[in-house]
Structures are given as structure tokens and as C-alpha cells.
């Protein structure tokens, strides 16, 4: 088996703001993997997401230099690498993967409609355009403007839509404090929310844990999730922490075999749970896609990021409606990509 790997800059057709930074640029890794029996290659997306992802190091571009120089060596402790070679592999025919209505193109995954934040105007517009093309499932990215304004939002989807005609996700990427988040849950309960992702930042288990329980809106882990997972470690922190979601990005907790370990986990446990894109192109959303299929989950998915960029992959993957597509007539195209062994 031979890898190479090359960098890519994927350009946003808009600033993406959360309430950790705004972006007009994301950098990502492609990795190419060919088996040299069969000639067969596939492509792969290490969807490193500086900033956030665990595997945000000086030494990463040495980690896939190492990879390549040695593909039998044991893996760096990578998420987004992992997620890059699982995905290459499977593409390459050398890890079977099995169809599903969604690679066959017969059935579509249902997603949300993201909201990214901007200011009052900008997001109402926004909202109205994700509503007229037909979602039903809103996700908000809230905490980049004031409080009472995002809550005013709320206020004006809610006056146009009840919660039996469209569902509200919210994200706040840990914006609360331990000591304002059950006071703005309380005052958010009013819109009937679904659920809030992320409250407060990662790594408080005893805070997080408190909110999940007095909580009157659902909560769902994100950024707590991070990381290499270890079996009796994500049953630990699940189990203590007890929220009623966890949100998934197998580039960043783990890979597909990781979101594997906190999927099971969560089932077991009775927590719900979906996938989200941590902005790769569209190699990295068609695989997320692809194991979600494959998992028969029927909630709707974070999948909605494929036309962030001006310079994403050509690809397979159609949007319609509310519902993201594989057309099986439709062909890949990557960009002119520097390869490197």
C-alpha cells in the first residue's frame, strides 16, 4: 500500500462566525492511498480543524510524513488522520463497505438547516432562506451577538412557525458560563428548543453534569467529545455527565471507529444521538454520510455544509430540499492537488 498526502485550502463564500472565531478560510489535508496489487487508489479527507481539533500540532504534517514513509507503522493519535486513511481505504476497495439506499441513490438523509451567526438582519435573512427551500430543522449557532437579541430571533421564527411545523437546534459552543447557563436555558425554554449543544466549555464534567440534570432543554455534547475515545472512558463520561444527546464529528473524536465506540455507547445508555460535518469538503461529508447511512439513523442529520466553499470538491452530493442526495450518475473531481510521498 502506498499514501501520499496533500494540503488544501477550502475558501468560504461568506465570514463563518461562532462564538470562538470567524472564518474565511479552512484548511484541510487529502490523503491518497493505492493498493499497489490491484492499482486500485481512493482519496480521503484528514479534516484537521485548527483551533479545535485535539491533533491541532506543530508535528502533524510529520505525522503524514511518517505515514507515508512507513504505511505499516502504527497511527499517530489522530483523529482527523484516522478519518482521513478509513475513508481512503474504503474508497480504494480495500475496507468493504456496504450499499445503502443513500450510496445507491435511492433514498435521501434528512438534515438540518444551518444558521450561522451574524448580525440580526443577516441571520433573519438567513433563517427565511433555509425555511423557504423547505427545512424543518433549524440549527442556530447562538453567543456571537447579544443574548437578548439572539433571544428576540427566536421570538420573531417562533411568531411565524410552531414547534409542530419546525424544529430549533441550538449551538452555543460553549458561550454560557456555569453560572449564567441554567438562567438562559430558562428564558430559551420559552421558544421550545429541541435541544442546546455544548452550554459551557468542554472539560467542566461537574458543571456539565449539573446543567444536564436542571436543565429545561435538552442538552447535546459536542466539543466534549474530542479526542482518541476509549470504550470504558466514553461509558464513564457519558454515564456521569448523562445528557440526552451527544452530537458526533469522526474527524474529530476518533475517526469512524471512534464514532463507532460513542454511538454503541450512547445507544446503550438510552442517549440520542446524530452526526455532524466538522467542515470538510465534500470527501469528508460523503463518508460521514455514508456511515450514517449505514447506521440506519433516522433523526436528522448536521449534514448541511457541503456549499460552504467557493472551491469545494466536485462531487456526487446534491442537496434537495431538506434532504441530502447521492446522484450515482454524478462524478468526483478533485482540484489540482500537490502530492507529496
Same mark, same amino acid.
Given at each position: 500500500?502506498? @499514501?501520499?498526502?496533500?494540503?488544501?485550502?477550502?475558501?468560504?463564500?461568506?465570514?463563518?462566525?461562532?462564538?470562538?472565531?470567524?472564518?474565511?478560510?479552512?484548511?484541510?489535508?487529502?490523503?491518497?492511498?493505492?493498493?499497489?496489487?490491484?492499482?486500485?487508489?481512493?482519496?480521503?479527507?484528514?479534516?484537521?480543524?485548527?483551533?479545535?481539533?485535539?491533533?491541532?500540532?506543530?508535528?502533524?504534517?510529520?505525522?503524514?510524513?511518517?505515514?507515508?514513509?512507513?504505511? $505499516?507503522?502504527?497511527?499517530?493519535?489522530?483523529?482527523?488522520?484516522?478519518?482521513?486513511?478509513?475513508?481512503?481505504?474504503?474508497?480504494? $476497495?480495500?475496507?468493504?463497505?456496504?450499499?445503502?439506499?443513500?450510496?445507491?441513490?435511492?433514498?435521501?438523509?434528512?438534515?438540518?438547516?444551518?444558521?450561522?451567526?451574524?448580525?440580526?438582519?443577516?441571520?433573519?435573512?438567513?433563517?427565511?432562506?433555509?425555511?423557504?427551500?423547505?427545512?424543518?430543522?433549524?440549527?442556530?449557532? @447562538?453567543?456571537?451577538?447579544?443574548?437578548?437579541?439572539?433571544?428576540?430571533?427566536?421570538?420573531?421564527?417562533?411568531?411565524?412557525?410552531?414547534?409542530?411545523?419546525? /424544529?430549533?437546534?441550538?449551538?452555543?459552543?460553549?458561550?454560557?458560563?456555569?453560572?449564567?447557563?441554567?438562567?438562559?436555558?430558562?428564558?430559551?425554554?420559552?421558544?421550545?428548543?429541541?435541544?442546546?449543544?455544548?452550554? @459551557?466549555?468542554?472539560?467542566?464534567?461537574?458543571?456539565?453534569?449539573?446543567?444536564?440534570?436542571?436543565?429545561?432543554?435538552?442538552?447535546?455534547?459536542?466539543?466534549?467529545?474530542?479526542?482518541?475515545?476509549?470504550?470504558? /472512558?466514553?461509558?464513564?463520561?457519558?454515564?456521569?455527565?448523562?445528557?440526552?444527546?451527544?452530537?458526533?464529528?469522526?474527524?474529530?473524536?476518533?475517526?469512524?471507529?471512534?464514532?463507532?465506540?460513542?454511538?454503541?455507547?450512547?445507544?446503550?445508555?438510552? @442517549?440520542?444521538?446524530?452526526?455532524?460535518?466538522?467542515?470538510?469538503?465534500?470527501?469528508?461529508?460523503?463518508?460521514?454520510?455514508?456511515?450514517?447511512?449505514?447506521?440506519?439513523?433516522?433523526?436528522?442529520? $448536521?449534514?448541511?455544509?457541503?456549499?460552504?466553499?467557493?472551491?469545494?470538491?466536485?462531487?456526487?452530493?446534491?442537496?434537495?430540499?431538506?434532504?441530502?442526495?447521492?446522484?450515482?450518475? $454524478?462524478?468526483?473531481?478533485?482540484?489540482?492537488? &500537490?502530492?507529496? &510521498?
Amino acid at each position: 500500500m502506498r @499514501i501520499e498526502w496533500a494540503p488544501y485550502t477550502l475558501d468560504f463564500r461568506f465570514e463563518a462566525r461562532t462564538s470562538r472565531e470567524s472564518m474565511r478560510h479552512k484548511q484541510t489535508y487529502f490523503v491518497r492511498v493505492t493498493d499497489e496489487i490491484t492499482g486500485r487508489s481512493g482519496v480521503g479527507e484528514c479534516a484537521l480543524f485548527r483551533g479545535l481539533s485535539s491533533d491541532d500540532v506543530p508535528c502533524y504534517e510529520q505525522w503524514l510524513d511518517s505515514l507515508c514513509a512507513d504505511p $505499516g507503522a502504527p497511527l499517530p493519535p489522530s483523529s482527523s488522520i484516522r478519518f482521513g486513511l478509513e475513508t481512503a481505504r474504503m474508497n480504494a $476497495g480495500i475496507d468493504m463497505v456496504t450499499p445503502t439506499p443513500f450510496t445507491d441513490g435511492r433514498e435521501g438523509i434528512v438534515i438540518n438547516g444551518l444558521i450561522w451567526m451574524g448580525d440580526q438582519i443577516t441571520m433573519r435573512e438567513r433563517i427565511d432562506a433555509k425555511l423557504a427551500a423547505g427545512f424543518r430543522v433549524l440549527k442556530l449557532k @447562538i453567543g456571537g451577538i447579544d443574548f437578548d437579541r439572539e433571544v428576540e430571533l427566536l421570538k420573531y421564527i417562533r411568531g411565524m412557525y410552531s414547534p409542530e411545523t419546525l /424544529e430549533i437546534r441550538l449551538d452555543a459552543n460553549g458561550s454560557f458560563t456555569p453560572d449564567n447557563a441554567l438562567a438562559r436555558l430558562g428564558i430559551l425554554s420559552r421558544y421550545t428548543i429541541h435541544s442546546l449543544e455544548q452550554p @459551557i466549555k468542554a472539560g467542566q464534567p461537574d458543571a456539565m453534569a449539573d446543567i444536564c440534570r436542571r436543565s429545561p432543554v435538552a442538552i447535546a455534547l459536542d466539543e466534549e467529545l474530542i479526542g482518541m475515545p476509549d470504550a470504558d /472512558e466514553a461509558r464513564n463520561l457519558l454515564e456521569y455527565i448523562s445528557p440526552q444527546y451527544i452530537i458526533l464529528k469522526p474527524a474529530l473524536c476518533g475517526g469512524l471507529a471512534g464514532a463507532d465506540i460513542w454511538a454503541d455507547t450512547a445507544e446503550s445508555l438510552g @442517549i440520542g444521538w446524530w452526526a455532524t460535518s466538522a467542515l470538510e469538503s465534500d470527501i469528508g461529508l460523503y463518508a460521514i454520510a455514508r456511515w450514517v447511512s449505514g447506521r440506519g439513523v433516522t433523526m436528522p442529520q $448536521g449534514l448541511g455544509t457541503g456549499r460552504l466553499y467557493h472551491n469545494n470538491v466536485s462531487s456526487p452530493l446534491r442537496l434537495r430540499g431538506d434532504r441530502l442526495w447521492c446522484d450515482r450518475h $454524478g462524478k468526483w473531481q478533485l482540484p489540482d492537488l &500537490q502530492w507529496r &510521498q
